[in-house]
């Protein structure tokens, strides 16, 4: 029973119990790696100082839940009107998941290009107030950052995350079964505008109101990206 209430409260209870069974019997650290393997919302870091216990049974059952994780890509419904949010599966991933702003910036001003970036633009529309190079660090730091929020199943396997890296440039790659929720208004929008009058457009229309929950990233009214 405790299992399953950490489990469907993983992203408040994993970290605190992580820390908390430090000094543990190994059998509670082996519960705790086979929970944070199937819950979603759960910082990487949980995994991963589990992979590191000294018992061997214990980063067994770590190992474990790791591949449970990649197994199952949770759909993230990322939240724009109104303010920045993002669930995984059913579960809101925190700001502090994301450990600075700026990888927080980063998934929204992708978002708001609507494809690829050029790296070194991206840097500046981030950072502009910031060296360079010193901003080209910052964003790759972002990017893991951001990677580790979203997916942290695949920590070890970039290739295959949400967030495509090249030389050149930046790109989201999205899942049929994401969403984001400018997306769904704008839809439900252009909808409602092409019908003829009548009930139908009326119920079209409302809608597409109740889609609508706010101005878009209103905590970055001002970035040039937005």
């Known amino acids: 029973a405790a299992r399953e209430v950490i489990t469907a409260r993983a992203d408040q209870l994993l970290p605190a119990c992580a820390s908390l069974l430090i000094d543990a019997p190994t059998s509670a650290r082996a519960e705790l790696a086979a929970a944070a393997g199937e819950a979603t919302g759960v910082d990487a870091s949980v995994l991963e100082n589990l992979l590191r216990d000294p018992d061997q049974s214990v980063r067994r059952a770590a190992r474990a839940g790791r591949r449970r994780l990649r197994a199952t890509r949770f759909a993230l419904r990322l939240g724009g009107l109104g303010g920045f949010s993002v669930l995984r599966g059913d579960v809101s991933i925190p700001a502090s998941a994301f450990g600075s702003d700026g990888a927080r910036r ?94 139908a457009r009326a119920a079209k229309l409302a809608a597409a109101e109740a889609a609508y929950s706010g101005p878009l990233y209103p905590e970055w009214a001002d970035a040039v990206w937005s």
């Open 106 to 199: 980063l998934v929204a001003a992708l978002l708001c290009a609507g494809g690829p970036v050029p790296r070194a633009r991206m840097a500046e529309w981030l950072w502009p107030d910031v060296q360079p190079e010193r901003a080209r660090r910052r964003l790759l730091d972002a990017v893991r950052r951001l990677r580790r929020a979203l997916e942290p199943e695949l920590e070890e396997a970039p290739e295959e995350s949400v967030v495509v890296v090249t030389d050149a440039d930046l790109s989201l790659r999205l899942r049929p079964d994401d969403e984001w929720d400018v997306v769904r208004f704008l839809e439900r929008a252009d909808e409602a505008l092409e019908g003829e009058p009548g009930p």
